[in-house]
């Protein structure tokens, strides 16, 4: 089955909140370690990618309102 962008970046934020949620509970036990520090790293980019497709979500519907405004005056003409 082919699933949409929106449906895509839906599935992919959903499923991606609960290792960075793990990542940063563990990050707060290993703080101090070698492998705290690693950690740290791959968070950081987790954060981005988070926020990325946190934005993208945020704004689906006013782009969507704004298509079906533009395609319906489109058929108005």
């Known amino acids: 089955m082919r699933l ?6 839906r ?8 290792p960075f949620v793990i990542l940063i509970l563990l990050l707060i036990f290993l703080r101090q370690s070698d492998t705290g520090a690693i950690l740290l790293r791959i968070q950081q980019g987790m954060v981005l990618v988070m926020a990325l497709t946190g934005c993208y979500l945020l704004l689906l519907p006013y782009l969507t309102k704004r298509r079906r405004a533009a395609s319906r005056k489109r058929g108005e003409d």
């Open 11 to 18: 599935q992919f934020h959903r499923w991606f909140a609960y």
């Open 4 to 9: 949409s962008l929106n449906q895509w970046v």
